[in-house]
């Protein structure tokens, strides 16, 4: 079968490409990428007006399942992913069990390929259980299918442990996503450390609760040559301690939320556990911070930490309430509004943010891309489409999101997996 997407136009970070052309999908490949191609007997979709980009790649979900199904399934996740524009997704392993060995990671790949085209690239555990003890057996979970390795919702707490990950998971081509937090110096803490958490009467977690582990994995990465990627950056420190750790040419990469560019401490004083976040929302100085990381390459990847929690859950005070929202379905739509359309971040780096990137630090090699021979995953957006998001358009089983009637222009209009258009 042949699709021929007519006059879009096509924005390819990966080849520096931002003009309007046709392309020719073949079967799940790219067959051409020109000014005209006549394709005879094709499909012809017309994508005038509408930016066309390589398919988007989420680096960090929780699908929930296997073990939280009342707040997410694989099902449920993967429709949220699609219909927010994603080809592909990473989920964290902090399912019960946890992702630790090969069962869970053939499970989970079972489960997302019998319910949906959207890809699903297993994350595997750092350490047996996630306790920040033993390693995982690494070698047994790339076997079966994990892309990289990390105890998402829990930092590796040793640095010895850190140091012995970095370099057996390296070994064998896997990538470390590490979730910065200092333990000691965030315990008790339900939002950032400053006037706002005094005011609000709530314990806060200081700046460098995450920063000092920044720096400590930078350090590892240094000292073994082996590659780390910072999950979820929230303040100032660290996306300036990246930002000069990559111009040492330490391999260092990092990931920003839409909520850690959006939202800031401030919206913790409606008391809604809707804002409740781990990392915690910050001050503007860190969310300017986090945006000139994302607009200069400082930080590489959008992603959206997609944390479902049920109602009952969220539905408790607020230093009770579990930590994370909702982001599948939003994630795109703030990047075009709050960052694109402000002329904060130019729409190349957005897509490289969602496409490119994530493809490269994940090493999917047909990936990210459109030029001829990689995969035919496309994702097209319309930067004029205005809409409220509501309540009623979740697809998720949760519905712990704090943009619920928050007016947006920029939406996802269309997605292609494998040349099929499944969106």
């Given at each position: 079968?042949?699709?021929?997407?007519?006059?879009?136009?096509?924005?390819?970070?990966?080849?520096?490409?931002?003009?309007?052309?046709?392309?020719?999908?073949?079967?799940?490949?790219?067959?051409?990428?020109?000014k005209k191609i006549a394709a005879k007997g094709a499909e012809i979709l017309d994508?005038?007006?509408?930016?066309?980009?390589?398919?988007?790649?989420?680096?960090?979900?929780?699908?929930?399942?296997?073990?939280?199904?009342?707040?997410?399934?694989?099902?449920t996740g993967l429709a949220a992913a699609l219909a927010g524009g994603f080809t592909g997704v990473c989920?964290?392993?902090?399912t019960d069990p946890v992702n630790d060995c090969a069962s869970v990671t053939r499970y989970i790949l079972e489960r997302a390929r019998a319910s949906s085209p959207v890809a699903v690239y297993p994350?595997?555990?750092?350490?047996?259980?996630?306790?920040?003890?033993?390693?995982?057996?690494?070698s047994e979970l790339r076997?079966?299918?994990?892309?990289?390795?990390?105890?998402?919702?829990?930092?590796?707490?040793?640095?010895?442990?850190?140091?012995?990950?970095?370099?057996?998971?390296?070994?064998?081509?896997?990538?470390?996503?590490?979730?910065?937090?200092?333990?000691?110096?965030?315990?008790?803490?339900?939002?950032?450390?400053?006037?706002?958490?005094?005011?609000?009467?709530?314990?806060?977690?200081?700046a460098e609760a995450e920063s000092i582990p920044v720096l400590r994995d930078i350090a590892l990465s240094a000292l073994t040559g082996r590659p780390?990627?910072?999950?979820?950056?929230?303040?100032?420190?660290?996306?300036?301690?990246?930002r000069a750790a990559k111009k040492r040419k330490i391999r260092v990469t990092a990931e920003a939320t839409p909520h850690h560019f959006t939202l800031t401490h401030e919206a913790v004083a409606s008391f809604d556990t809707r804002t409740k976040m781990n990392p915690p929302l910050r001050p503007k100085e860190d969310v300017d911070a986090v945006i000139a990381g994302l607009a200069d390459g400082t930080l590489d990847v959008i992603a959206t930490d997609h944390a479902p929690h049920t109602y009952e859950e969220k539905l408790?005070?607020?230093?009770?309430?579990?930590?994370?929202?909702?982001?599948?379905?939003?994630?795109?739509?703030?990047?075009?509004?709050?960052?694109?359309?402000?002329g904060r971040v130019s729409l190349a780096r957005i897509v490289d943010a969602f496409s490119s990137a994530p493809?490269?630090?994940?090493?999917?090699?047909?990936?990210?891309?459109?030029?001829?021979?990689?995969?035919?995953?496309?994702?097209?957006?319309?930067?004029?489409?205005?809409?409220?998001?509501?309540?009623?358009?979740?697809?998720?089983?949760?519905?712990?999101?704090?943009?619920?009637?928050?007016?947006?222009?920029?939406a996802v209009a269309g997605v292609f997996i494998a040349g099929e258009k499944v969106l």
């Open positions: 079968m042949k699709r021929l997407i007519k006059n879009g136009r096509v924005v390819d970070p990966a080849s520096g490409t931002d003009e309007t052309l046709d392309i020719l999908l073949e079967g799940p490949s790219i067959a051409d990428v020109d994508a005038a007006g509408l930016v066309v980009a390589p398919g988007f790649i989420d680096m960090h979900v929780h699908l929930r399942e296997p073990g939280y199904e009342r707040k997410e399934t694989i099902a989920c964290m392993p902090n994350i595997g555990a750092v350490t047996r259980g996630s306790a920040g003890e033993e390693l995982a057996p690494y076997e079966a299918g994990v892309r990289a390795i990390s105890d998402d919702g829990h930092p590796v707490k040793k640095s010895s442990v850190m140091r012995r990950a970095l370099e057996y998971a390296g070994s064998l081509g896997l990538l470390v996503i590490d979730h910065c937090e200092d333990p000691d110096l965030a315990e008790g803490g339900v939002m950032h450390e400053g006037e706002v958490s005094v005011r609000l009467g709530l314990k806060g977690i200081p780390v990627h910072i999950a979820h950056v929230s303040t100032r420190q660290s996306v300036e301690a990246i408790q005070e607020y230093d009770r309430a579990p930590n994370g929202i909702i982001g599948l379905q939003t994630a795109v739509p703030l990047a075009l509004d709050r960052l694109v359309r402000t493809a490269r630090i994940l090493g999917l090699e047909n990936k990210g891309a459109i030029r001829v021979g990689a995969d035919a995953d496309l994702t097209l957006l319309n930067l004029r489409k205005e809409f409220c998001f509501r309540e009623a358009d979740v697809l998720s089983l949760s519905r712990n999101s704090p943009y619920f009637g928050m007016k947006l222009k920029g």
